[in-house]
């Protein structure tokens, strides 16, 4: 079946750390989009790509890195450098012509 | 910058209706509403691509005004199931950087 993976589903991380949230997707989708969530908040854009080797910042696209070496993948990394990453993380991919987002399960990030 | 929907919450009878309303400061290309249970990701509802457009869904339907750069989500005869946090999303000024509203938090009751 044709889906988009995230993992792990719960993550935690000491300050001062990286951490690399995966996002695999296999509906042969080219654009691929990374979006923050925090409780009771709507979507942000962190980062998006619609090619391979290519990606541009979102809104929010301090403290986080991405790369986009293939097609099927977009990792996220949140670095040490981001205030504030305890948030709930989404992946999602669509066709380049028309945004119809399929979305991955989410990664909750836990800052201890 | 993020449309801004409202109400920001909404609490339903089942069988009542409701109104979703999404308003943008630039221009509107297009307009597609996600529906997200708790803990969960978005799941699409639907899209609109042209101004004046309406689309339904079962018992939910939508417009989109191209000219106000608004679109709307209507919830008819509400159902348990309809409970959620709904969103509108936009492309930003027609790219592909794709955006998402501040969101609307539903609970139907019984």
């Known amino acids: 079946d044709g889906g988009i993976t995230q993992s792990p589903k719960y993550l935690f991380r000491k300050e001062g750390q990286n951490v690399t949230l995966s996002c695999e997707q296999n509906l042969n989708h080219d654009a691929m989009y990374w979006y923050r969530q925090d409780p009771g908040q709507g979507l942000r854009l962190i980062y998006y790509s619609q090619i391979v080797n ?59 | 910058q993020q449309p801004v929907q409202s109400p920001q919450a909404v609490i339903l009878r089942e069988g009542e209706d409701a109104v979703i309303n999404c308003s943008s400061s630039k221009a509107l290309y297009s307009v597609h509403w996600y529906r997200q249970k708790h803990g969960e990701a978005p799941v699409f509802l639907m ?64």
């Open chain 1, 54 to 112: 290519d990606f541009q910042k979102g809104d929010i696209a301090e403290g986080y890195s991405v790369s986009r070496e293939k097609k099927e993948s977009f990792p996220l990394t949140v670095t040490s450098a981001q205030k504030n990453p305890t948030a709930f993380y989404l992946c999602a991919s669509s066709r380049q012509t028309i945004f119809e987002a399929f979305f991955g399960q989410g990664t909750r990030l836990t800052v201890v």
């Open chain 2, 47 to 110: 899209i609109l691509l042209k101004g004046g457009e309406q689309k339904g869904h079962d018992k939910i339907s939508a417009s989109f005004n191209e000219k106000k750069q608004q679109s709307s989500l209507y919830l008819t005869a509400s159902q348990l199931s309809y409970s959620g946090t709904y969103f509108c999303g936009t492309d930003d000024s027609g790219t592909y950087k794709y955006i998402f509203g501040t969101g609307t938090r539903l609970k139907v009751l019984a």
